[in-house]
């Protein structure tokens, strides 16, 4: 409804002499931003109750909600900073797109955190500042939306640059290509929580990873990234060794969430990597394109 409402806007504007229709169309929108916040800030109070009672946690499929990312990645988000808190209320997303399907928007928008974004598409980029630039609750002060290809050799520059060191709240790796290598690389920043995507065609059996390569590009088939990033038993070996562990997956298994050893521990206790993977999603995604890609190079680690 909210991008209805702004393409109304925006062709108001456009005709010109709509000032009244501009005027109504506007307060709507704001009325169902301010009702979708207002909805999340008291979903974010229960969730805190239930923590403080003890109660069961919740399966993550049940706490799924879609603001801005791509499945439910945001109420998942939501709902282990309810339970663990909102500290920092900064975050870092590397692979960014043009900032209105990401995993650090809602958090941005809805909830006041600052962030550094990060995006190799120029066209991408462009469009996420104007996007956070147009938004009325982050026009004051928008999140650092850098253009800007990723590497291993200057991620730790780059957040370093931007004044991002030392405790963040949240690490967003979504590049569709080398991010194994990327998180191996990162040591500026110790995110609270990682939230990163995961190359689920290879199911809980290998610990792989795609070679690094600076210039890497993945390779697509049907839009699904076939030949990029790393397993998620390999995500789970890297997370153990940087000190993280993984407390579950979003219902397709393809985004992965970690939290840093010391957080959470008794609310959010490591699961295995096949309970991440049971989703019918996983078995079709495997048949489908592993044969693809199977001889590809790949690194064991």
Known sequence: MKSILKTLVRRAAAIGGFDDLRTRLDRIAADISSSAK??????RRQYEALGQANAPLMRFEDVELRVYSQNGEDGIL????????????????????????????????????TGLLLEGDARLAAQG??????????????????????????????LAMHGFEGEIDLLSLDIDGVDYWIWDAIDRVSPRVVVAEVQVIWGDD?????????????????????????????????????????????????????????VGEDMFPEVPVAACLQHPFVAWARDRFLPMVRDRQWVDV
């Open 206 to 262: 290998r610990a792989v990873t795609v070679p690094y390569r600076p210039d890497f590009v993945a390779q697509f088939v049907e839009g699904f990234g076939v030949y990029s990033g790393a397993s998620l038993p390999a995500f789970v070996k890297l997370g153990r060794r940087k000190g993280y562990r993984l407390v579950g997956c979003q219902r397709y298994g393809f985004n992965a969430f970690f939290m840093r050893e010391g």
């Open 38 to 43: 207002a909805e999340q800030l008291l979903l």
């Open 129 to 158: 500042k104007r996007f956070f630039t147009d938004h009325p609750d982050t026009s004051v002060y928008p999140p650092m939306l850098v253009h800007v290809w990723i590497t291993r050799e200057n991620v730790n520059e780059l």
């Open 78 to 113: 939501l709902y282990l900073f309810s339970l663990i808190g909102m500290k920092s209320y900064r975050c870092v997303e590397i692979g960014a797109g043009d900032g209105s399907q990401c995993n650090t928007s809602n958090l941005i928008i809805n909830h006041g955190w």
